[in-house]
């Protein structure tokens, strides 16, 4: 008889009087069991490799068609000080480094301000990368979609249990690339959600909640798609009106399905309906707990959301900043004006001394032609 951890213990994972053993000897079925979630491992390890051949050899073709273009970026300067400490120390220095700095690097605090904002460009992302992630998130999320909807109405044991293993490493991959994947200004949100989900996912197929796990899944992939798709006609160029439209039914249905259907569906029938059936057990309280979770994302996402759809109705919304995620176009477009700003400020001067140059020029010039017609003037009247 095989002895299983105490985490797997019946009494945490199944309503009361009801072991593993009699889920195993359920007529027609040999699912759910805990062994079973072992194969997403090796499948989120393929989604990475899939994902990086997907973005190298599918992503670069289906960009050019869109007219996905890379934006020419300044290099900053090199300079020995300056590069070390930032990969050392800070990207972003403080006053007093700055000070400092000066002094070391024999630099204006302007200069050194440039300095930095160009080398965090250097840094981010160019739009075919951001663009390769979002094509990538998009296909996905439509076949996850179309499969999740395909097991809802037509129930297929074996199919739903490779539907639910593929949701599940896909987001282990996910968490396993977020250290390295784009910067996001909600990072730490994406972690709490990668992890509810995960969990959210191990829990439900362990508990033998699949139809209602299954049916999570289309409502946050229905919405995901809709986002990609926005993403992808946002990075190409001439394509800002069908993102525009993309983004507002996006919103549309993130808000039907995560803020209307989640909550008065999913949360009330897990908290209420299920205790109809069986008494509440360890599962149950996780369960709703992570739901509740996810519910918190959701108003917080949509907050974003709301702010970026006041900033497109008053057309202040730049064709950069439509992810409700990415915080990187955001900050290059301030650090453009920035670095404007300070490009002018330092070629003051040069410019300065260029007109001054071209005024003294203009001025001999005028002078002479003066010179030359009372000359002229002078010799007429002599002719008279």
Known sequence: ????????????????????????????????????????????????ALRYLFERFIAPPIGRCLG????????????????????????????????SLMSLCGKTQRQIETWFRLRRNQDRPCRTTKFGVAAWRFFFYFIAFT????????????AQYWYYM?????????????????????????????LATIFLLIFSYCGNWIRIGTLIMVLHDC?????????????????????????VVFTLAFFVTRLVIFPSKIIHNTLT????????????????????????????????????????????????ERSDEESA???????????????????????????????STHSCVLNNLTNHRMSVADKMRKAQ
């Open 1 to 48: 008889m095989d002895v299983l951890p105490d985490i797997w213990r019946h009494d945490y994972w199944l309503p009361p009087g009801v072991t593993w053993k009699d889920m195993e000897q359920l007529a027609d079925s040999d699912r759910p069991l805990p062994k079973d979630l072992l194969i997403s491992l090796p499948l989120a390890l393929g989604f990475i």
């Open 68 to 99: 996905v273009k890379n934006r020419l970026n300044v290099s900053a300067a090199p300079s020995p000080t300056l590069e070390s400490f930032y990969t050392q120390r800070s990207r972003q220095p403080t006053q007093s480094e700055i000070v």
């Open 147 to 158: 499969a999740g909807l395909a097991s809802l109405i037509d129930p297929m044991e074996r």
């Open 166 to 194: 593929l949701e599940l490493g896909f987001y282990i991959s996910l968490l396993l690339q977020i250290s390295v994947d784009i910067k996001r200004k909600d990072f730490k949100e994406q972690v709490i959600h990668h």
């Open 223 to 247: 919405s995901d798609v809709l986002l990609e798709a926005a993403k992808m006609f946002n990075y190409g160029t001439g394509w800002r009106g069908m993102c525009n439209t993309l983004f």
């Open 273 to 320: 309906r299920s205790m109809e059936m069986f008494e509440p057990c360890f599962i149950y309280y996780l369960f709703n707990t992570l739901l509740m979770v996810l519910q918190a994302l959701h108003i917080f996402w949509f907050g974003i959301i709301l702010r970026m759809v006041y900033k497109l109705l008053e057309g202040k919304m730049n064709k950069d």
């Open 329 to 359: 176009p955001e900050e290059e477009e301030d650090d453009k004006g920035g670095e404007e700003n300070a490009a002018q400020g330092d070629c003051w001067e040069k410019s300065k001394d260029t007109l001054n140059s071209r005024l």
